[in-house]
T-cell receptor
């Protein structure tokens, strides 16, 4: 969506960390989300963060939120080939509609 | 337990035709939302229904309509199809309508308009 921007593509080597970034123009959302989409599959909720938090860690996933800069990031530690997918950030806008970024395609090289 | 199911999986239509897409939510979920995902873009919100009432509408023309049935399943209808309607149509179900409820997505219906 035009309110949310993500870089199109990220390539990393297996075992490295991946950082996927998302910037947004406005959000009244209580939660901000990261979704994963694999080829031919629907969207899978990976993790989320409350808007009053700066960081959330969930196993290999770390979400950082900088509300001042309106920047959200997802770090995947020890990236595996199975992590290859498209990743979307999303949040609820003022109209209570779930708004998605354009997605970042993560490619993990063995 | 079955997840969100959608039918058909794929569909090919020609310009000007009408299409109906169907969605069955997870058992116990009363909210269904529809999204359009054009190739290479993120999903765009179309509609949300809860307890058979429309609770939200995205920026789509009136050619798009939807309804929810007493069993909470839903249909998305698109009239007078345009080439630009070619997309993956995703359905999601949730227990409620607020952001505190996770939305579970189906695999989608891929619509091609020729």
């Amino acid at each position: 969506g035009e309110d949310v921007e993500q870089s199109l593509f990220l390539s990393v080597r297996e075992g490295d960390s991946s950082v996927i970034n998302c910037t947004y123009t406005d959000s009244s959302s209580t939660y901000l989300y990261w979704y994963k989409q694999e080829p031919g599959a629907g969207l899978q909720l990976l993790t989320y963060i409350f808007s009053n938090m700066d960081m959330k860690q969930d196993q290999r996933l770390t979400v950082l939120l900088n509300k001042k800069d309106k920047h959200l990031s997802l770090r995947i530690a020890d990236t595996q080939t199975g992590d290859s997918a498209i990743y979307f950030c999303a949040f609820y806008n003022a109209g209570n509609m779930l708004t998605f970024g354009g997605g970042t395609r993560l490619m993990v090289k063995p | 337990d079955a997840g969100v199911t959608q039918s058909p999986t794929h569909l090919i239509k020609t310009r000007g035709q009408h299409v109906t897409l169907r969605c069955s939510p997870i058992s116990g979920h009363k909210s269904v939302s529809w999204y359009q995902q054009v190739l290479g873009q993120g999903p765009q919100f179309i509609f949300q229904y809860y307890e058979k009432e429309e609770r939200g509408r995205g920026n789509f023309p009136d050619r798009f309509s939807a309804r929810q049935f007493p069993n909470y399943s839903s249909e998305l209808n698109v009239n007078a199809l345009l080439l630009g309607d070619s997309a993956l149509y995703l359905c999601a179900s949730s227990l409620g309508t607020s952001g505190s409820y996770e939305q579970f997505f189906g695999p989608g219906t891929r619509l091609t308009v020729l």
